[in-house]
């Protein structure tokens, strides 16, 4: 019976293990460096294209429970002047909707399923891996580390295949590619939180805005609570390290207090929603360098693959960074599934998967659909009545169906349903 260990539970990982299962094997173990998963991060918005892939797992009502259906897409010139207004998911056409979700609630539902369908061993936690070791046959003996506090120590194992889905400084990604350093970074700080706020003074929408230096993501996650009409906010903030006091490449997940960059963000209101407000309602703020990582001439060495942030990490733009992993688990599986050598198998997903993952990543370089609002506050930097007079229509819908074909996520092709099923090899 083939062993596949998967390095990383988050959602790459998770959902690549329910792939695998979906795709007929059953001897695999997803390893993650955290003891136990909780439900903690900030927020996700999660394209139709891998909304579509979570349903072929059976798993769209579990997920819906957790989130919010994102209806709407706003992108604002600082001035509070409105750039565009797009429908999402179900009112752009899709047969599936477009959700955001707080991060630990998706990674607590593919949690779940991964200790229902494949067995609570599936999910080991307080263990990292630390190195691999390749073997003649093209698998690899991977180095392990327990952290759990009960059985500290070192081991090695040597499953069959091994998948790489632990993130942008991914362990399995280093040995692989020796000497690649750290993931590059392009000068901008990325604040990050969650925040309650009152369903009116919120809005339904989701809205991205700034101008050439700037950013301001905010959009809500959950509907309004019983008691008081609050919902859960996420906000992502961006801008220039060298306008920060005290600014430093610094660690991820930083916390940092919110007074640090509220300045920087006064006065920005965009019809009813308050930036200052929402990032006063925080209880805490986690400061990001924005980084992402070169493209790979390859992401397979044998027996050996990578999904995920760990394969393709990109800057955060575009709702790409989840979407995507979750479509790449899905290609893996359904690969699996048509080769019996793994190995030809992890070739074949990364012909279908590297050469559009390592576009998007150019793409996002470029501010993906982001653009608009840099475009607006060159063309109009104190702002304007009528966008048509400084964008025209054509140019924004150019702008965004091309960012939607390069990631695979426009409506013709999500419609045409999953590609990745229902190939199911024997048990194995």
């Given amino acids: ?84 207004c797009e429908p999402r998911g179900l009112g752009a056409g899709y047969h599936w909707p477009q959700l955001s ?85 392009n000068g901008m700080l990325v604040w990050r939180g969650v925040s309650w706020m009152p369903a009116q003074q919120i809005g339904t ?33 961006a801008m220039p390290a060298d306008s920060v006091d005290d600014a430093t490449r610094g660690d991820w997940n930083r916390p940092v207090p919110v007074t640090k960059f509220l300045h920087h963000y006064e006065g920005w209101d965009f019809d009813g929603v308050s930036v200052p407000e929402v990032l006063k309602a925080a209880d805490t703020a986690y400061e990001y360098p924005m980084v992402d990582r070169e493209p790979l001439e390859r992401w397979s060495h044998g027996r050996t693959t990578l999904v995920g942030d760990a394969a393709h990490a990109m800057y955060p733009i575009g709702s790409n960074g989840a979407t995507q992993s979750i479509v790449d688990a899905r290609a893996l599986g359904h690969a699996m599934a048509l080769h019996p050598d793994p190995a030809e198998a992890f070739a074949a997903y990364e012909a279908e998967r590297r050469p559009a993952m390592t576009e998007l990543q150019r793409a996002n370089r470029q501010l993906g659909p982001e653009v608009v609002i840099n475009l607006a506050h060159e063309r109009a930097p104190r702002g304007f009545t009528d966008i048509d007079q400084v964008i025209p229509r054509s140019e924004l819908d150019e702008i965004a169906s091309r960012y939607a074909a390069t990631g695979a996520f426009d409506p013709q092709s999500v419609n045409q349903g999953s590609p990745y099923g229902p190939a199911v090899r024997s048990r194995r």
């Fill in 1 to 84: 019976m083939t062993h596949i260990m998967i390095a990383g539970g988050g959602i790459a990982g998770l959902t690549t293990a329910l792939s695998l299962h979906a795709a007929g094997f059953e001897r695999i173990t997803v390893v993650e460096t955290v003891q136990d998963i909780r439900p903690v991060g900030a927020g996700l918005n999660i394209m139709p294209n891998a909304v579509r892939e979570l349903d072929a797992l059976g798993l769209l009502d579990q997920v819906e429970e957790h989130s919010v259906r994102t209806r709407e897409l706003r992108y604002y010139h600082r001035s509070g002047a409105l750039i565009s």
């Fill in 205 to 237: 929408f989701m809205f991205i805005a700034g101008d050439d230096r700037r950013k301001a993501v905010v959009y809500p996650m959950t509907m309004p609570t019983r008691n008081g009409g609050e919902v859960l906010v996420n906000w992502a903030l």
């Fill in 101 to 185: 979700v707080p991060r630990g609630g998706l990674q607590l539902v593919l949690a779940d399923a991964v200790r229902t369908r494949l067995g609570r061993a599936a999910l080991v936690g307080g263990v990292k891996v630390t190195g691999l070791d390749p073997l003649p046959d093209g698998r690899a003996r991977v180095q392990l580390e327990h952290r759990d506090g009960a059985r500290r120590g070192k081991a090695s194992l040597e499953p069959d295949a091994l998948i790489g889905a632990d993130g942008i400084r991914s362990t399995v990604r280093a040995a692989l590619n020796p000497g690649e350093g750290e993931p590059p970074w």
